[in-house]
């Protein structure tokens, strides 16, 4: 359950006013997108909601916890959401299996059990075969499926992409909706931010944003 | 994780590793050099159990290689002193026999301790009614092409070769001895000592015997043989611009590996942002980088201490007269690895705590 009260987001430096006193409320298990022109303040929105960046004004409770007040913030990423990226942002010289692993090293569990369940998810999202390659051996599609798995590493709640089909192809796009679409249905929610509107369309709803409001809000019956 | 940037970015790692074996490795040389060389020195006059060194007071300000030059009547009154159990004198003399040779050639009683303690490898011992025949160190012989038999000039004079030695001491092992009758002679030194070594045989009356000595013998000092090697021979003055170079080549060293972190730093932004991302704390991060420039400087290090060490076996072998130690102090080996994993912590932190700063939304943009 994610709550947002009037979330004001101003970049100082550039005297932007990225979000605009953001009122919102998206439940457990929901699949939402989030769209809208360039510049109206989708990224900073996912941003804000993973944690990684901090509202000017406003307050964020995920599950009754504020964002504001969390001492560690890395903790909450850890554990509560994971990000997929437009561009897959894999690390180069890491394998398929080592950048899934990546985000359960902190947590400390033994080298093996990382390993198998790295490879777990890999076959999860269709790559076990592609285990021991490197990001540069493999195609866009493939990259993003890895994100997507090391999205799923600690078993987040929430998942957070940011265009993760903005780089490919309709059909590889595809693939990847229906991969994130399957989340939903495990109680997980997720939070897309696209340009695309077949992928929006996916989503069972729909938030429109422009100059950093959100000026349209609705459910997808499809 | 934390090999995976070392061992996959291979020509950088090499490169980092290079630069900071070089480093480690020519201090690990120069020190071996220096501090061997005070170690040689000091061999040479606390052999025998001698503990004390008696030398001419210096003159004001003259210090450098100043050996002294005491009439031999110091002697007689030394063996006269309570508390004295035994007093050698000692004619040290350095002669340039090539260009390339330089070697030390030490004016002994031959029925004094110096040659009793001789390993013997061809010819024989220096005898009380010897004339003037030397014996050389082994290396000297080897360096030289000598055997017993030969003839050696030192001085005009033409000497044959009665014996060769090892003594282990490899400033003597590169020298040779005379009698200290036919040393005075040979270079009009008349009834001159260059230094006398005193062996007290109780350790507690060391200081007692100091003070009698110099009480007895106003224009001469008895300092123990460690403070007359270093002192005295000024191998001080050596073994600080030994060190000297040494800090130099560790700055570079820092810089270096201070340069390939913050380069790392650079490349690997939107790396940073991705482990932010994914929920790294910056600690573990800091980490991350530290501990990578630990193991690249950990084999530097271990990789410098093999050239160094490497450097001074050649050294010892190629200047055989030279008395170059042929190995190295444990302990300027474990110096050696504390200050390469210095140079990774100094030179890996800041780059790190660069990292630090980070703002992820920031890196995760940066291609």
């Known amino acids: ?222 | 994780m934390l090999l995976r940037n070392i061992t996959r970015r291979k020509l950088r790692t090499s490169l980092s590793i290079l630069g900071i074996a070089l480093s480690i490795g020519s201090t690990v040389a120069l020190l071996g050099i220096s501090l061997g060389l005070v170690g040689q020195v000091s061999a040479v006059v606390s052999e025998a159990g001698s503990e004390l060194t008696v030398v001419q007071r210096l003159p004001k300000n003259l210090t450098f290689g100043y050996l002294g030059n005491m009439p031999g009547e110091v002697v007689e009154g030394l063996r006269a002193l309570p508390g004295v159990a035994r007093a050698t004198p000692l004619v040290l003399l350095p002669a340039t026999l090539t260009r390339e040779i330089v070697f030390l050639i030490y004016g002994v009683e031959p029925d004094g301790p110096e040659v009793a303690r001789l390993k013997i490898t061809s010819g024989r011992r220096l005898r009380p009614d010897d004339g003037p025949v030397v014996m050389l160190g082994r290396r000297a012989a080897d360096g030289m092409g000598k055997a017993v038999g030969d003839i050696i000039s030192i001085g005009g004079r033409e000497l044959p070769v009665a014996g060769i030695y090892r003594s282990g001491v490899s400033l003597q092992d590169g020298g040779a001895m005379m009698p200290l009758a036919a040393a005075r002679a040979l270079f009009g030194l008349q009834d001159r000592v260059s230094l006398v070594k005193v062996k007290v045989g109780d350790p507690r009356r060391i200081r007692d015997v100091q003070d009698a000595i110099e009480a007895r013998f106003p224009d001469v000092t008895a300092i123990t043989s460690e403070e007359f090697a270093r002192d005295r021979l000024n191998l001080e003055a050596a073994v600080q611009a030994a060190w000297a170079i040494s800090v130099i080549a560790l700055l570079l060293s820092v810089l270096a590996v201070a340069n390939t972190m913050a380069m790392t730093v650079l490349e690997r932004t939107r790396e940073i942002g991705i482990l932010l991302a994914v929920g790294w704390s910056r600690v573990r991060i800091v980490g991350l980088f530290l501990g990578e420039s630990l193991v690249l400087s950990g084999l530097g290090g271990l990789l410098g201490i093999g050239l160094g060490a490497g450097a001074l076996r050649l050294l010892s072998e190629g200047y055989q007269t030279l008395p170059f130690p042929a190995s190295v102090a444990p302990a300027v080996l474990a110096g050696a690895m504390g200050l390469a994993l210095g140079v990774g912590v100094i030179g890996g932190f800041l780059p790190a705590w660069q990292a630090t700063r980070v703002d992820p939304v920031v890196a995760l943009r940066a291609v």
């Open chain 1, 1 to 222: 359950m994610i709550r947002l009260r009037g979330v004001t987001k101003i970049y100082r430096s550039a005297e932007v006013v990225a979000l605009r006193g953001i009122d919102l409320a998206i439940d457990q298990g929901e699949f939402v997108a989030v769209v809208g022109p360039s510049g109206s303040g989708k990224s900073t929105l996912l941003h804000i909601l993973g944690a990684l960046d901090r509202p000017t004004a406003g307050e964020v409770c995920v599950d009754r916890t504020s964002l504001g007040s969390l001492r560690r913030p890395d903790r909450f990423r850890l554990r509560t959401v994971g990000f997929v990226f437009q561009w897959h942002h894999l690390i180069p010289v890491l394998t398929a299996a080592e950048n899934v692993e990546v985000p359960m090293v902190p947590l400390g569990a033994p080298r093996r059990q990382r390993r198998q369940r790295a490879l777990a998810l890999l076959e999860r999202v269709g790559l076990s075969h592609r285990a021991g390659h490197l990001p540069s051996q493999l195609s866009g599609g493939e990259s993003q499926r890895v994100a997507v798995a090391r999205a799923l590493a600690n078993g987040p709640p929430i998942i957070l992409a940011d265009e993760p089909t903005g780089e490919l192809d309709s059909e590889t796009g595809q693939e990847i909706v229906r991969l994130l679409a399957g989340l939903d249905a495990e109680g997980r929610t997720v939070i897309i931010v696209t340009h695309n509107p077949q992928v929006a369309l996916a989503a069972r709803r729909t938030l429109t944003l422009r100059d950093g409001r959100i000026v349209d809000d609705r459910g997808n019956f499809n």
